[in-house]
């Protein structure tokens, strides 16, 4: 049984960090791809990150260079470092691999 869970978020001010974790159960991070979408209030789900089975990253035009996805194989767990944190990348941040989503977690970014 896979299962999915987000944990990290937060309020934090402009300029600001949060590292963000998905632990993953059930699921071999060497086979899958592990991603991590952010929907804003209101708005469309977007793809923020990605980093495949072979540790390919790909990023967000909004997120690059501010934003770094890695893993831990062994402990089944992704992350999403976040720096220099804008008020528009407040939303709900979701992990999702294979076909699976977890339950998301809010970041916030305001004074």
């Known amino acids: 049984q896979v299962h999915i869970e987000e944990s990290g978020g937060g309020l934090v001010q402009p300029g600001g960090s949060l590292r963000l974790t998905c632990e993953v159960s059930g699921l071999s991070l060497r086979r899958y791809d592990i991603s991590w979408y952010r929907q804003p209030s209101g708005e469309k789900r977007e793809l923020v990150a990605r980093i495949t089975s072979g540790e390919s990253t790909e990023y967000a035009d909004s997120v690059k260079d501010r934003f770094i996805i890695s893993k831990d194989n062994v402990r089944r767990r992704v992350y999403l470092q976040m720096n220099a944190l804008k008020v528009e990348d407040s939303g709900v941040y979701y992990c999702?691999?294979?076909?699976?989503w977890g339950q998301g977690t809010q970041v916030t970014v305001s004074y």
């Open positions: 999702y691999g294979g076909t699976w």
